[in-house]
């Protein structure tokens, strides 16, 4: 049996559970699991993070290994391209996404949604990379409509998930979305919000967040 476990705010759970929704796996979800640096967690997730996915009793941390290891478990409905250069280039895209964006933003989200204190230097420097980010995103993107071409893929579970928290980010931080200059990027949110898969996930996030506020 498949579980995912993690929290339904957190992106990068919500990557692996578009991915699992939408490839059609079975599987349970403990969405009351919490990063934590508590032994008795890092013994389970040694990062401290979440998501990660039993299986059967194994445990695999890192969301992109948790999507890979579906792909080859369950090859019926793919999510990376035939191709070995299309293959590449959907996880070059994931990169750009989540390393060069998402990892360069986060610097900002407890300044921004926690109250604690950046630093000028913080946000100087996050501003300049994160242009770089969106500067490689955009040489890649092909919004064909899906980011890498023709067919979904794990490209878009990360796009969807990460890129608006980047406009929410930069738009709060600088006064500007950096994903403005894409006039792709918005019908292609929407058209990903409108699939079941991404359009649960979407919602099941909002009443998260809801809960958590009250
Ligand atoms: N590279 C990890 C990132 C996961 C991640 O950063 N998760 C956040 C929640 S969205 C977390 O657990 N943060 C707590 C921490 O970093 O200690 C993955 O892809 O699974």
């Known amino acids: 049996m498949i579980r995912l476990c993690g929290f339904?705010?957190?992106?990068?759970?919500?990557?692996?559970?578009?991915?699992?929704l939408e490839k059609g796996v079975a599987f349970e979800e403990d969405e009351n699991v919490r990063?934590?640096?508590?032994?008795?967690?890092?013994?389970?997730?040694p990062m401290g993070k979440v998501p990660y996915l039993e299986v059967d009793g194994t445990r695999i941390r890192e969301s992109s290994v948790i999507l890979e290891y579906l792909e080859e478990a369950y090859p019926k409905k793919?999510?990376?391209?035939?191709?070995?250069?299309e293959r590449a280039r959907v996880r070059e895209l994931v990169i750009f996404i989540?390393?060069?964006?998402?990892?360069?933003?986060?610097?900002?989200?407890?300044?921004?949604?926690?109250?604690?204190?950046?630093?000028?230097?913080?946000?100087?420097?996050?501003?300049?990379?994160i242009a770089k980010g969106v500067r490689a995103l955009k040489a890649v993107a092909k919004f064909d409509p899906y980011i890498a071409g023709k067919e979904l893929s794990i490209a878009d579970c990360a796009a969807f998930v990460?890129?608006?928290?980047?406009?929410l980010v930069t738009k709060t931080a600088f006064g500007r979305d950096f994903l403005e200059d894409m006039p792709q990027m918005k019908p292609y949110l929407k058209m990903l919000g409108e699939r079941p898969a991404f359009a649960r996930v979407s919602e099941d996030r909002k009443a998260a967040t809801a809960a958590a506020k009250k």
């Open 8 to 20: 339904r705010i957190s992106n990068y759970h919500n990557k692996v559970r578009i991915a699992l």
């Open 35 to 45: 990063p934590s640096q508590k032994d008795e967690y890092v013994a389970k997730s």
């Open 78 to 85: 793919p999510l990376l391209p035939k191709d070995l250069f």
């Open 98 to 129: 989540e390393l060069h964006m998402e990892l360069v933003v986060r610097r900002l989200y407890g300044g921004l949604f926690f109250g604690s204190s950046v630093s000028d230097e913080t946000r100087q420097q996050v501003e300049k990379d």
């Open 162 to 167: 990460h890129l608006p928290l980047v406009t």
